[in-house]
């Protein structure tokens, strides 16, 4: 199935670090989600967009609806030990018809934090 | 609030048994997902349901996986027989659209190994 291109795959920053991930599709989206994952657990949700050029935070993490639709951006701001894990973007189709519903996950950014 | 229910957390057994995973959504939300995550390709989504009836099942590997929702509170994702590339952590999510939301929220998976 369809993916979404996630960038970096892995990133290894020392705490404190700022960090910036992105996601992009070849298809326009109306919605944005970010996930993250930490070993031996399903995907937690962190931020949802769903308007183009929408910027929302959860803490010290901001997330970004590019404006073209196809592309989202994740940042976090002074990196702990506990933001250690895989961060999945997931986009919902722009699709009028019933079954829009899917999700289509990005392949992940894993994320590790050097003492 | 309880979130999303899997059982068992993990499964160990041989080729050509019947693997049974079991998950109880979130209570309210009328969309249910199946998915399947592995190392090489990702997380899949392999069916989904909305009011306990089956949307999409284009994910659905082959004749051996089957998936029910009896009702609202319970679902069942079936392999029969199962084989070793079936080996994988099993994902169940639900969300509900009542506010145009496609947010995702995700149990904790099953991690089924077939040797």
């Known amino acids: 199935g369809q993916q979404l291109n996630q960038s970096p795959q892995s990133m290894f920053i020392q705490e404190g670090e700022d960090v910036s991930m992105n996601c992009t599709s070849s298809?326009?989206?109306?919605?944005w989600l970010w996930y993250k994952q930490e070993p031996g657990e399903g995907p937690v949700l962190l931020i949802a967009?769903?308007?183009?050029?929408e910027l929302t935070s959860n803490g010290r993490l901001t997330a970004q609806f590019g404006i073209t639709r196809k592309d989202s951006f994740l940042n976090i701001s002074a990196s702990i030990p506990s933001d250690v894990g895989i961060y999945f973007c997931?986009?919902?189709?722009?699709?009028?018809?019933?079954?829009?519903?899917?999700?289509?996950f990005g392949t992940g950014t894993r994320l590790t934090i050097i003492p | 609030d309880a979130g999303v229910i899997q059982s068992p957390r993990h499964e160990v057994t041989e080729m050509g048994q019947e693997v049974t995973l079991r998950c109880k959504p979130i209570?309210?939300?009328?969309?249910l997902f199946w998915y399947r995550q592995t190392m090489m390709r990702g997380l899949e989504l392999l069916i989904y349901?909305?009011?306990?009836?089956?949307?999409?099942d284009s994910g659905m590997p082959e004749d051996r996986f089957s998936a029910k929702m009896p009702n609202a509170s319970f679902s069942t994702l079936k392999i029969q027989p199962s084989e070793p590339r079936d080996s994988a952590v099993y994902f169940c999510?639900?969300?509900?659209?009542?506010?145009?939301?496609?947010?995702?929220?995700f149990g904790p998976g099953t991690r089924l190994t077939v040797t």
């Open positions: 298809s326009i989206f109306n919605t």
């Open positions: 999510a639900s969300s509900t659209t009542q506010r145009e939301s496609y947010e995702q929220y």
């Open positions: 209570s309210g939300h009328d969309y």
């Open positions: 997931a986009g919902q189709l722009n699709r009028a018809n019933f079954g829009n519903e899917k999700l289509t």
């Open positions: 967009l769903y308007k183009a050029g």
């Open positions: 349901f909305n009011n306990n009836v089956p949307i999409d």
